[in-house]
């Protein structure tokens, strides 16, 4: 299954989501799921290719400010966030199905979890929960890590 690519410009804040601020470790886009490096104290782009500290998504980017290294945005850590018009029009989530960290080494990116790419992460890869699409285009943020690799 394709990785859900959206628009900087369309994901929106909805609802009762929890936010919290962000200093990026690298340039970031909107929508994309990142992870909190402890040897700087920066996000960056979220991989369930490489090892489990990168794989344990602590948000989904809200707004990424200039999105540049060292500059600061906020990601939603909890709730819902609207993905945007162009996720709904291209068919990119499906409502009731759970929301993945894709396996795109160190992009960020994400995808649903349907019937056709239940198996879509590889042996060694790290399985991350983000969510659950309520919606074609509304994700209810609910990240949890399952700390073993997939075999």
């Known amino acids: ?27 970031v886009t909107n929508g ?8 700087d104290g920066r996000y960056w782009m979220a991989d369930a290719t490489t090892n ?14 200039t999105g540049g290294a060292g500059n600061w945005g906020t990601v939603v850590t909890s709730g ?5 018009a ?3 029009t291209n068919a ?17 990116e994400i995808m ?4 056709a790419n239940v198996n879509a992460l590889a042996a060694g890869e790290f399985h991350c929960h983000i969510g659950v699409a309520r919606t074609n285009r509304i994700l209810e943020v609910a990240i ?8």
């Not at 994309?32 to 040897?39: D, H, P, Q, R, W």
């Not at 990119?92 to 960020?108: E, K, R, T």
């Not at 949890?144 to 075999?151: F, I, N, S």
């Open 80 to 84: 819902p966030i609207d993905l945007g």
């Open 32 to 39: 994309s799921a990142v992870y909190l490096k402890s040897s």
């Open 112 to 115: 649903s979890e349907t019937d």
């Open 52 to 65: 489990i500290a990168e794989a344990n998504v602590r948000g989904i980017v809200l707004d990424k400010g």
């Open 144 to 151: 949890k890590l399952h700390t073993t690799a997939v075999l």
């Open 1 to 27: 299954m394709a990785s859900i690519t959206l628009t900087d410009s369309q994901v929106a804040l909805t609802g009762t989501a929890r936010v919290s601020a962000a200093q990026w470790g690298h340039t």
């Open 86 to 88: 162009q996720c709904a």
């Open 92 to 108: 990119l989530m499906v409502a009731d199905y759970s929301v993945l960290l894709a396996a795109s080494a160190g992009a960020g």
